[in-house]
């Protein structure tokens, strides 16, 4: 997905939302253990090395209970959404749809659940060679609703995608056309559009948000322009023509990656940060109230009271010291607190190192949790390395949390986390991915306690 930025409405405000990356080469990697069995990829376990230790069993320690020391490994791709579901099982999506593409399923201790799909792993149908960063929810029925884009063979035609899986990994064929559902926002000239978030509703309808690319329409002056668009669907994935135009609606200038619900039904949007009724009319005032349900994905997040949080990196274009910065907003869309210059290795001002963040979430407690990958640059070499930091209320870094409110683990010198997922019982679920020896990126997952 891109990096928009923050659109505040009413108040003019932008905020860049810019995600760093960091690749790393030429470390040796962390020792392996066995693997779990399935047929479709394997699981294995690896020891970690935690940068700023915490002391054991406190708050950022790594959770002996999950694979071996806190960590699993995993032969499949990037990690794009992950949920989970009411008994404690862990799902990844994988890749963004294309050939390879689909849910990975892990117990609650990190061994892959073999009965999910083929051998832990449910592909996705032939959806082309889409681009557009997909979303991830599980209805309480325990089936799971993939949203993302869908294209021809050759990568033209993009349109929405929704795929639905049931709760044993196979596709619902009684949504949409075998399991597949679409929907095609008004295309000019050309069009890169797709979902990028959904949620489930609590009547069962599937709202989705993304984005919606249009070229410069033929023999007009007018320059390409980003809409955000949301689509809703029925249960049985048929388009919901009670919603906006035709199941749509679209904003000029705008970009959803999260949606909430308040408990009206009312929808919230970032980070655009926009409302829209039930029946998706836009508001022309935004009305602050608390989010009953909210989908999740990148490094936006809402917060109960309806206020939000935001991740992103500073720093100098001319140094390679990029820092994390953290800014919390009232519902209002004013600004609460914001925390700047944070290195998860707690080396302020290092040049030769660079954190960026990739996933924002929220503790019941509403301690924000950021995640993302703390690099060091060589001479000739770098390491990248999962980078946590635990935020409390006011933005301040909460000291109970690995060393001073940031901690890093190492896991193979080729590391990155890219989601976060808050369990009920609080422990903290980091997914990214780990560079082998061979130079083939691995799923990986790390949990930490949280007290």
Known sequence: MRHPKIIIAGLGVALAAAVATGSAAGTSPAAAASSAPGTAATVRVAD???????????????????????????????????????NGDIVVAVGSGSPGSGLARFLPNGARDTTFGNGGFAAL???????????????????LVWAGEATASNGTGST?????????????????????????????????????TVLIQPDGKILVGGENITGNPSGTSRAPETFGALARFNADGSIDTS????????????????????????????????????AGQPDATLTPAAIT??????????LPSGGFVVAGTVGSSRSSDHDVQVTRFNPDGST????????????????????????????????????????????????SVFGLARFNADSSLDPAFGTGGVLTTRIQGHDSVSLLVIQPD??????????????????????YLSQ
Not at 132 to 140: C, I, R, Y
Not at 343 to 357: C, H, I, M, R, V
């Open 243 to 278: 919603f906006g135009t035709g199941g749509q609606v679209q904003a000029g200038n705008s970009d959803f990656t999260v949606l909430g619900l308040d408990a009206s039904g009312d929808i919230f949007t970032l980070p655009s940060h926009l409302e829209f009724s039930p």
């Open 160 to 196: 929405f995608a929704v795929v639905r899986f049931s709760a044993n990994g196979t596709l619902d064929q009684g949504f949409g056309a075998g399991g597949l559902a679409t929907t095609t926002f008004p295309v000019f000239n050309a069009s890169v559009q797709g979902a990028q």
């Open 125 to 143: 149908p032939d959806l082309g060679i889409p681009s557009v960063h997909p979303g991830l929810a599980v209805q309480p029925d325990g089936k």
């Open 48 to 86: 970690a090395l935690v940068g700023t230790a915490a002391a054991a069993s406190t708050a950022g320690t790594l959770d002996p209970a999950f694979g071996k020391n806190g960590i699993v490994l995993a032969s499949q791709g990037f990690p794009a959404a992950a949920v989970l579901q009411s």
């Open 336 to 383: 609460a607190a914001t925390a700047t210059g944070i290195d998860y290795a707690g080396q302020n001002g290092a040049l030769a190192a660079s954190d960026g963040a990739a996933a924002v979430a929220i503790q019941a407690n509403g301690q924000a949790v950021i995640g993302g990958t703390h690099t060091e640059s060589g001479q000739f070499s770098s390491t």
């Open 426 to 447: 609080g422990k903290i679920l980091a997914i990214g991915t780990s560079q082998n020896a061979a130079g083939v990126q691995e799923l990986a997952l790390a949990r």
């Open 293 to 302: 349900t909210a989908s999740h994905n990148g490094t936006v997040t809402f």
